[in-house]
């Protein structure tokens, strides 16, 4: 469920992005793209977060 919430705000942000540029190509602040491209650099740190840090990882990697 949370690999599912966290791609489909990645495509979201996405979807939004494609849909302001066609709407306002050149009058955009360009706030809104280092937004979208922030969400989508830190993506990869949310996936690691999501498989790395629960309870039965988390025990494993103690006991090493």
């Known amino acids: 469920m949370k690999l599912i919430l966290a791609t489909g705000i990645n495509w979201s942000m ?22 979208s491209d922030f969400c989508n650099a830190v993506y990869g740190v949310f996936i690691f977060f999501i498989f790395v840090f629960n309870r039965r990882i988390w025990r494993s990697l103690k006991k090493r």
């Open 14 to 35: 996405e979807i939004v992005s494609y849909v302001v540029q066609l709407k306002h190509s050149l009058n955009v602040s360009p706030y809104i793209w280092y937004f």
